[in-house]
């Protein structure tokens, strides 16, 4: 078992497929500038560096050419009123992620979130699936100056928490994780089946590869 006090989560492709509200909300984004619907699995690909990445991919795909600054502004307006709407409705946890959380507070770890998504969207989340109190400190990609592949918001966390980065696991399914969480001196899972833009997240070399949540218990609590 390694020894870990805290335990630092990836938010989408890590706990819930948000795939589904976000491409509701990329496709009402797009359908109001004029453009037509992109399938799911395309906006799969576009998923994990934040939201201004998204909507910036989900134009360039529409317009066959990167989008200039003003469409992009107002593609941001209409995907943030659009995805308010549905971040929390229908959400769908990865196998396993309720029942480990919950081990994982039982045996005394400290969990914290910090995620791409910008911080107005995750409350709500979070109250949808009852895990609020779950999570000492949550933190959005909009809630420091720098963001995830940055260790800044990682390394925050562990400040505010009073916890060494050393005895600190990063728990992501993007090469965003792998990489923040070695900036910071800490310790990194890589999660096979979230969202890495159709890469191997072996690639990124995270300390633990695993296609299964649960598997989490094994690292953290087998004696």
């Known amino acids: 078992m390694a020894e870990f006090d805290l335990i630092q989560f990836d938010l989408d492709g890590t706990l819930i497929d948000s795939v589904p509200q976000l491409a509701q909300a990329v496709n009402r ?19 994990g560096n934040g939201a201004d990445m998204l909507v910036r991919r989900a134009l360039a795909d529409a317009l066959g050419t990167e989008p200039g600054d003003e469409l992009r502004r107002a593609a941001r307006t209409a995907f943030d009123v659009a995805y308010d709407q549905v971040a929390d409705q229908g959400l769908v946890f990865y196998p396993g992620v309720l029942d480990t959380l919950a081990a994982l507070r039982r045996a005394g770890k400290r969990l914290a979130i910090v995620t791409n998504k910008p911080y107005r969207f995750v409350p709500a989340i979070l109250a949808a699936a009852g895990l609020s109190e779950q999570f000492e400190l949550v933190l959005g990609g909009d809630s420091l100056p720098e963001k995830k592949p940055s260790p800044a918001p990682l390394l925050h966390v562990c400040r505010q928490l009073d916890v060494d980065p050393a005895r600190t696991l990063m728990v992501g399914d993007s090469e965003n994780d792998v990489l923040a969480a070695q900036a910071a001196g800490m310790a990194v899972v890589g999660l096979t089946y979230g ?29």
């Open 195 to 223: 969202y890495n833009y159709g890469r191997d997240i072996a690639d990124s070399g995270p300390d633990w590869v695993l296609s299964d949540f649960a598997a989490l218990a094994d690292i953290l609590l087998t004696d």
């Open 29 to 47: 984004m797009r359908v109001q500038l004029g453009f037509g619907e992109a399938g799911e699995q395309a906006v799969r690909h576009w998923v």
